[in-house]
């Protein structure tokens, strides 16, 4: 589904429309067509990292903490992947996910990221919002890796 968002025009054109003020200061493009094929492009580069094998086997190597205090936990660690080998500038996709062990990462959500924070626009708090609470959900629910997952999975709980 998020890949099919970032693929859709009519909703590129107008998430850029609305949000062309941060494409232009913080990645200095002036016109939304090219915003739009670099997303395109972007996106299928990055299913392709994600859903491609061998990929599949090195997620770790794709997705990286969210942040500091991510950097510090050893179980249920906030992440996020995008293209980090894109060329041209850098890439404003991500994908969120929780990490449950080694290449095995539960996704949340994903946005276009144009800003320094994820606070500083409410698209992007929301896939905070996202993560952290499916974070606290599987803490509350005893998840703590794939096989904590799937017995939860098998009880109906998600």
Partial sequence: MLFDTWNDMEYLMQFFIDNFNDLKEHFHIERI???????????????????????????????RPLGSADMVLTELTREKARNWERAGHASWLRVYAIRLEENVFVITGGAIKLTRTMQERPHTQEQLNKLNSCRQYFIDNGVFDTDSFISLTEEGEL
Avoid: C, H, Q, V
């Avoid at 094929?37 to 997705?63: M, S, V």
């Fill in 33 to 63: 067509r090219d915003a739009i094929e670099d997303t395109i492009d972007d996106a299928g580069e990055l299913e392709r990292l994600i859903l491609d094998i061998p990929f599949t086997d090195n997620l770790d190597e794709l997705f």
